[in-house]
């Protein structure tokens, strides 16, 4: 669709203080004077030149236009339709939401006091922006946020094991390092809501040393023990840690620190987002280079596809556990996991069936030749001196 270009002559008005909110407009040819009547003063609040966007204001919050827009010369303007606005408002964080209408409410009120008419306010109900949502939004994020924080300097984040059996020996190989906060006033949060938060800003950058730091930790405490044929415990990373933190340099350090074998503990790429190939190939070189596996993880679902695994080489491949859930009664989801272990195989990487709650699921799999399992029915994640037991 075309879009509206609109045409004002020198001293017309593109809008006027009262007007309702219709649209609002980028102003790409011309020059524009933004002005408030206060009583019979005129108060020029800016001129605006090609580029600038104008009327948006009103049609953010859905309030009468506060100010009068003139045309000083001959304008080009291009219309804005208010719910192409109010898409991309709805998409965008909801604490940009939050802060760009403190904003608003700011500049209202300072424009009230300036031409002192009759109150102007921001029509919280109507808004397209409904106010009260997005605080609420903004502030619980806001404030998971700093607890976040807190939990970090203060130890409220615990590390809990899952198990990850070997079919074929029997026996419990290693352990997936599986965060867990226990938050003072909310009870436990799951990191399916936490994870995300610190993905969101760099939080989970200290988040995944912490982890990392109580992995090595845990596997320094079970060689303690004399236990010959130690575990490995498999970390996850995400793509933000990828880009920002070195866990390579890290475990580098940690393993000399604790005293052990590097290789026992492994990453685990989960990808939220689109995967950036030359970091995880850097990534990937700089494990094996040091002796340390890699795995990519819940493939099948989201962005873990079978481009990674074309392109990248990782060592073990986690099949998610949407395939393992039906394989027993699902002749299609049997025929992906029976595919998914050859083909794992015939790349020379070892295959984990994740989320394997039965015994027939155990036993479809061990005939398939599938190296390990995980799942509630080898073990639920427990904290460290639980998850230990198995091993000491
Ligand atoms: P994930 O890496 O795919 O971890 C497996 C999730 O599946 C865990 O949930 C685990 O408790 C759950 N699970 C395991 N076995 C079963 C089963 O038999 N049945 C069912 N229904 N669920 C099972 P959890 O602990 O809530 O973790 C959720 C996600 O949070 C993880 O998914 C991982 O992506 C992320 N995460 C957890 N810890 C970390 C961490 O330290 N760093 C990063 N970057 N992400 C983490
Ligand atoms: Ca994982
Ligand atoms: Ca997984």
């Known amino acids: 669709m075309q879009a509206t270009k609109l045409v004002f002559e020198r001293n017309e008005y593109i809008f006027r203080q009262g007007d309702p909110p219709t649209c609002a407009y980028l102003l790409e040819k011309g020059m524009i004077e933004i002005f408030a009547e206060a009583g019979e003063e005129t108060i020029l609040i800016s001129r605006l030149g090609p580029g600038d966007l104008l009327g948006e204001m009103a049609v953010l919050d859905d309030a009468p236009r506060t100010a009068s827009a003139r045309a000083a010369e001959q304008c080009v303007l291009l219309e804005i339709d208010r719910t192409q606005l109010n898409q991309r408002l709805e998409q965008s964080d909801p604490i940009v939401r939050g802060l760009l209408l403190g904003q608003l409410q700011r500049y209202r009120s300072l424009l009230k006091r300036l031409n002192n008419n009759a109150p102007v306010e921001i029509n919280k109900k109507k808004s397209n922006i409904d106010a009260t949502d997005f605080d609420q939004a903004a502030a619980t994020k806001i404030r998971l946020e700093s607890s976040l924080r807190i939990a970090l300097e203060t130890q409220q984040l615990q590390v809990f094991y899952q198990p990850i059996f070997n079919i074929a020996q029997k026996k419990i190989a290693g352990y997936e390092a599986l965060v867990r906060w226990e938050h003072p006033q909310r009870g436990p949060v799951s990191p399916g809501e936490f994870i995300a938060l610190a993905e969101e800003t760099s939080l989970i950058v200290p988040v995944g040393y912490y982890v990392l730091n109580l992995a090595c930790e845990t596997i320094s405490e079970i060689a303690k023990q ?33 005293v052990i074998p590097i290789e026992c503990i492994k990453f685990e790429i989960t990808e939220s987002l689109a995967i950036n190939y030359e970091h995880v190939e850097d990534f990937i070189a700089r494990c094996h280079a040091r002796g340390i596996l890699v795995a990519l993880d819940d493939f099948g679902t989201g962005y873990s596809n079978l481009g990674h695994l074309h392109r990248l080489q990782f060592d073990t491949v986690k099949l998610d556990q949407s395939f393992i859930r039906r394989m027993v009664e699902d002749a299609r989801s049997a025929a992906i996991v029976r595919a998914t272990v ?22 479809a799999l061990a005939a398939l030749k599938c190296k390990y399992a995980q799942g509630w029915l080898i073990g639920k994640a427990e904290d460290r001196r639980t998850a230990l037991k198995n091993h000491i």
């Open 226 to 258: 004399g236990v010959n044929d130690l575990p490995f415990i498999a970390v996850n990373i995400s793509a933000r840690q990828l880009a920002e933190s070195d866990m390579v340099g890290a475990l580098v350090e940690l393993s000399s620190k604790h």
């Open 342 to 363: 050859q083909m794992v195989g015939d790349l020379g990487a070892d295959m984990v069936a994740e989320g394997v709650e039965s015994e027939s699921q155990l036993n």
